[in-house]
T-cell receptor, first 115, second 115 residues
Framework: GAGVSQSPSNKVTEKGKDVELRCDPI?????LYWYRQRLGQGLEFLIY????????KSGLPSDRFSAERTGESVSTLTIQRTQQEDSAVYLC?????????????FGEGSRLTVL | AQSVTQLDSQVPVFEEAPVELRCNYS??????LFWYVQYPNQGLQLLLK????STLVKGINGFEAEFNKSQTSFHLRKPSVHISDTAEYFC????WGGGADGLTFGKGTHLIIQP
């Protein structure tokens, strides 16, 4: 597609359940990022994928969070045993990676509400 | 490593008045600079960017920013704001040759337009 696509756009879940959020980056973008944005807050970096290199997981807040990406395509962010503090908008972005300027292209986000 | 400071978390402005949103960065090398805008309940979209050349950069919706290397600033300006400009504005920086690592974001400035 023309832009970064994220699904679902909205997800309401009960505390303790697992959730999966999906990101489809712009074709040809080798770099993919996940950010978390709590209500009224800035962007919190979670994880970064660059091509086939090992991902930079330094921003993941706990071992309940994990993400996968196959090659340079779709990525899935998984949150296990969700807690109320996980409620946030999860933003995905892609970029040209080392071949570019660092400019990021964002999806619309997935709003997660944990009851 | 680079960092970005947006000193104002919130800026209230009357409609049709001018506005300046401040951004300062620190880096030991040359940088690319960006401003992103996030309208309510949406993802981030690029407002404008400085890569090289003229230090005055014009973006969408009548916004412009000026790169000042000596002051390490990239302030965003608009001569006359509209109610539709109400949004969160994020300044971001990436280092030359470090594009693979993406952007470092400021904490954001909430622009509030008062009628």
């Amino acid at each position: 597609g023309a832009g970064v696509s994220q699904s679902p756009s909205n997800k309401v879940t009960e505390k303790g359940k697992d959730v999966e959020l999906r990101c489809d980056p712009i074709s040809g973008h080798t770099a993919l990022y996940w950010y978390r944005q709590r209500l009224g807050q800035g962007l919190e970096f979670l994880i970064y994928f660059q091509g086939n290199s090992a991902p930079d997981k330094s921003g993941l807040p706990s071992d309940r969070f994990s993400a996968e990406r196959t090659g340079e395509s779709v990525s899935t962010l998984t949150i296990q045993r969700t807690q109320q503090e996980d409620s946030a908008v999860y933003l995905c972005a892609s970029s040209l990676g080392g071949r570019g300027t660092g400019e990021l292209f964002f999806g619309e986000g997935s709003r997660l509400t944990v009851l | 490593a680079q960092s970005v400071t947006q000193l104002d978390s919130q800026v209230p402005v009357f409609e049709e008045a001018p506005v300046e949103l401040r951004c300062n960065y620190s880096s030991s090398v040359s940088v690319y600079l960006f401003w992103y805008v996030q309208y309510p309940n949406q993802g981030l979209q690029l407002l404008l960017k400085y890569l090289s050349g003229s230090t005055l950069v014009k973006g969408i919706n009548g916004f412009e920013a000026e790169f000042n290397k000596s002051q390490t600033s990239f302030h965003l300006r608009k001569p006359s704001v509209h109610i539709s400009d109400t949004a969160e504005y994020f300044c971001a920086v990436s280092e030359w040759g470090g594009g693979a690592d993406g952007l470092t974001f400021g904490k954001g400035t909430h622009l509030i337009i008062q009628p």
